[in-house]
């Protein structure tokens, strides 16, 4: 919980958008979206383009709170038998985005 915590601090988003979408009829729509709300928005609409949250994370932000993420990776893997993490090396080492995928064998 904490590292979730943590984390939510260290990206830095904006407090207000404004959208454009079509409704179920097809009809133009726009919104403007603000706080909290704004910021789950952005949150999921980077999901959608493949964008992790970590993806957005300065280098050196992630490197604060990449030990965390390794116990987490662990820890999965302790859980779930037979899958194996592809880790990403450290910006120093390697210019790839992410942490780390997942692959099943």
């Known amino acids: 919980l904490l590292l979730l915590l943590l ?11 404004e959208v454009q979408y079509q409704d179920l009829d097809g009809t ?20 959608l ?12 932000e992630l490197e604060k709170v990449r030990p965390g993420l390794v116990a987490l990776e662990e820890a999965f893997m302790a859980a779930h038998p037979g899958v194996t993490i592809q880790r990403v090396p450290p910006p120093a080492a390697a210019k790839a985005k992410g942490f780390g995928s997942l692959a099943r064998r």
């Open 7 to 17: 984390l939510l601090l260290l990206l830095q988003r904006a407090t207000k958008i």
């Open 28 to 47: 133009a729509q726009q919104m403007q979206l603000r706080d909290f709300v704004a910021r789950v928005f952005q949150h999921e609409y980077d999901h």
């Open 49 to 60: 383009q493949g964008v992790l949250y970590h993806d957005r994370m300065k280098s050196a």
